[in-house]
């Protein structure tokens, strides 16, 4: 299997009026092709912003960090917005749907704003995603008329939308009840059979136990990968 993720030394400092706060420290980590990792640690540990190192959200103060054969130190911001849309698939905890745009709208959004599929195909490929996750049903209502469950299976329908090789979320079943957080769970581990990278952040120790490898992160370090 070939890795997604290679990270080199990565640290992260961010300015404050007291001065310079380390957020990462000298991390290194590799995740291939279709491995299914849970990261995990206390409150302030780095967790969320080791994940937004891989979406490009934040850059390192050193170190490198290649995502799917490139190497996002040197893209600017124009360049990391379009490559993050053709090979990152992005679930957030609190679901970040546009409200103005149905469900449907939402999924195809990705495909719009990358140009990843023709036009005329973009509905069918949303609809599509929309029925693996078991909302084809709806697909024309706003999300404020769905559920907390069905706006988050909608995320990681949009999510999939541009049939990205690495799927990343912070919290993505933190707000969720627990019978919804299982099927969601559930939804994550076939996609991993199917072939995706999955890299999630979750303080569901249940949930990271049945992961297969789990990455716990620690003021700043990586203490066991």
Known sequence: MSDVIEIEHLNKEFKTDAGAVRILRDVSLTVARGEFVAVVGPSGSGKSTLINMLTGIDRPTSGRVMVAGTNLNRMNENQMARWRGRNIGVIFQFFQLLPTL????????????????????????????????????????????????????????????????????????????????????????EMSRRGKTLMLVTHDRELAKRMPRVVRVQDGCIVNA
């Open 102 to 189: 149905t469900i449907l709208e939402n999924v195809m959004l990705p495909m719009d704003f990358c140009n990843t599929y023709p036009v005329g195909e973009r509905k069918n490929r949303a609809l599509h995603l929309l029925d693996q996750v078991g909302l084809a049903d709806q697909a024309h209502k706003l999300p404020s008329a769905v559920s907390g469950g069905q706006q988050q299976r909608a995320a990681i329908a949009r999510a999939l939308a541009n049939d990205p090789p690495l799927i990343v979320g912070d919290e993505p079943t933190g707000n969720l009840d627990s019978k919804t957080a299982e099927q969601v769970f559930d939804m994550f581990g």
